[in-house]
């Protein structure tokens, strides 16, 4: 095997020269930022709104674009990044896996999948599992299983509104946003929608007809809004007296980011089935949905299927994501660290008066502005900070589980400067 290495990057060719030098040469140079936006706008679909930046590497709650500018990043990977870009396990894990196997027919049985299956369950409600490759996918197949599951005459889907749970026909669906709907009706039919934190409105919504209620238990997309202590537990007792299932939507919440491994372990309850995806892969491309045993067993043969889902890369990648939580005490930190920066974005907030509301759990935070927060993100980037803005107004702050004090006092005086320009 020759190898070369260019910029970096190491190229591997067989014997017989498969792969010649000049396309490894081609593949391991730093594009300038022109030219990558260029080759985007000329071989891309244009449905992204892009940050006109190239980002070429990550470390931590760090990442470096083309022009070798740092920023701090505290919406890593759009909330996948949950542990830090590369974490050392992660890419230690990956590495290793890759040199043995990287993916095979769910029609075998996969040491990986299995032992991943294994550390959902333990770390959360003893539930089994089944393996995708993103969010979409996890809501998708736990609405077929909740449709599967229920007695024949139960289609139904009641979820909330400002609700965000993916970009396929059925998520965008389930997604109670009038805004993804536009052009793609007609819309699959069997979905309520009711206001969040409104039992009285679900209440109402539930019918014979019901097999699920979804939730996510604090809304990102919709504008980092926190479930009531009291709701849960009356979703709870209300789905089990009409013999609907309640499914949690714990794509962004799940892995550790609220401070506890799963949202739902704060409400003192347990969901009938559970969706995943973000962080559970550290940043490998991986979906799950865990369901109580008996609901599980409703998926036989036949029912549902993911080609990719469980490939043995992706679960070597989230088996070492809990490893990095439990072995560095992540929970704890997102819990400690996460106060801390909620303190710092209080103490804003009493400083400008357009900062109207500090919200959230662990290291998952927004601020509701009196005004649009696009600028803000703009001037933050600009200044070597990136954040996210949600439904106009409310800045979604979500750094990495393993950000510390000395980062998260270099974006506050980064926000501080920004929020005294915008104002």
């Not at 998926?299 to 679960?315: E, I, K, R, Y």
């Amino acid at each position: 095997m020759k190898v070369f290495v260019t910029g970096g990057t190491s190229c591997y060719n067989s014997l017989a020269d498969t792969l010649p030098l000049t396309f490894c040469e081609e593949y391991a140079k730093v594009m300038k930022t022109a030219e990558t936006i260029a080759l985007f706008e000329k071989y891309g679909f244009a449905n992204y709104t892009r940050l006109p930046v190239v980002i070429v590497r990550g470390e931590g709650s760090r990442i470096w674009d083309a022009d070798g500018k740092e920023y701090l990043d505290f919406f890593p990977g759009w909330a996948v990044s949950g542990i830090g870009h590369c974490h050392p396990k992660v890419v230690a894990a990956i590495r290793a896996q890759a040199g043995k196997l990287l993916h095979i027919p769910n029609n075998f049985y996969s040491e990986e999948q299995g032992l991943l299956a294994k550390a959902v369950a333990e770390h959360s409600f003893g539930g089994k599992c089944f393996f995708c490759n993103s969010g979409a996918e996890a809501v998708e197949a736990a609405i077929k299983l909740a449709r599967k599951y229920t007695p024949a005459g139960r289609y139904k889907i009641v979820t909330m509104e400002n609700s965000f749970h993916g970009r396929t026909l059925a998520a965008i669906t389930a997604t109670a946003q009038p805004k993804y709907h536009a052009g793609f009706e007609p819309l699959p039919g069997g979905f309520a929608y009711v206001p969040f934190n409104d039992i009285a409105a679900v209440e109402r919504a539930v019918d014979g007809e019901t097999a699920a209620v979804m939730l996510e238990p604090i809304q990102g997309e919709g504008g980092i809004n926190v479930a009531d202590k009291y709701y849960i537990k009356a979703l709870r007792d209300l789905c089990d007296k009409a013999g609907a299932l309640l499914i949690f939507d714990e794509v962004q919440t799940g892995m550790g980011r609220t401070g506890k491994y799963f949202a739902y372990e704060h409400y003192g309850m347990v969901p009938d089935i559970m969706t995943m995806a973000k962080s559970l892969g550290g940043g490998v491309a991986i979906g799950a949905i865990e369901a109580k045993p008996e609901i599980a067993a409703a998926f036989v043969p036949g029912t549902h299927a993911s080609t990719f889902g469980g490939n043995s890369l992706a679960c070597a990648a989230a088996l070492a994501v809990f490893d990095a939580i439990d072995s560095e005490g992540l929970l704890a930190n997102a819990v400690k660290m996460g106060a801390y920066l909620k303190g710092k974005l209080e103490a804003l907030q009493k400083k400008y008066s357009f900062v109207k509301e500090v919200r959230g759990c662990g290291v998952m935070l927004g601020m509701e502005l009196a005004m649009p927060g696009a600028k803000i993100v703009a001037l933050a980037l600009a200044a070597g900070l990136n954040i996210n803005c949600t439904h106009d107004t409310v800045l979604r702050i979500m750094p990495a589980m393993t950000v510390t004090k000395a980062e998260i006092d270099k974006a506050a005086g980064i926000l501080d400067s920004v929020f005294a320009e915008a104002k």
